[in-house]
């Protein structure tokens, strides 16, 4: 299994939430970015694990649905913020880390 590009996968997450949240993602990139980030190490450590056959799919969704719980800070912080589209901003991003790890394993576990 070839490993996930992380730093691509990471600029993914941001522009798909710049996109979506426009003129506010500068107030909201400080509180995104690092959870984006964490998702994508999570992601590419689950691909590798599930790789490795040391887990399961069914674990892999586990650990990944964790990460996504994470992010929920963000959206909470985001919509606190006024920025209404957060949760979708939140969704797309992790969305991209799903189909990431699914073409890097080269099925679709997630």
Do not use: C, H
Request: charge should be neutral; proline fraction near 1%.
């Amino acid at each position: 299994m070839a490993d996930l590009d992380v730093k691509k996968l990471v600029d993914d997450m941001i522009a798909a939430a710049a996109k979506i949240l426009g003129k506010n993602w500068q107030a909201a990139k400080e509180y995104a970015v690092p959870e984006f980030e964490t998702l994508a190490q999570a992601a590419l450590k689950v691909g590798r694990e599930l790789a490795a056959g040391d887990i399961s799919g069914e674990q892999a969704r586990t650990m990944l649905q964790i990460n996504r719980s994470s992010l929920a800070t963000v959206t909470m912080t985001l919509k606190g913020m006024g920025m209404i589209a957060a949760e979708e901003a939140v969704n797309a991003a992790f969305e991209l880390a799903r189909g990431a790890l699914n073409a890097v394993i080269g099925r679709q576990v997630l």
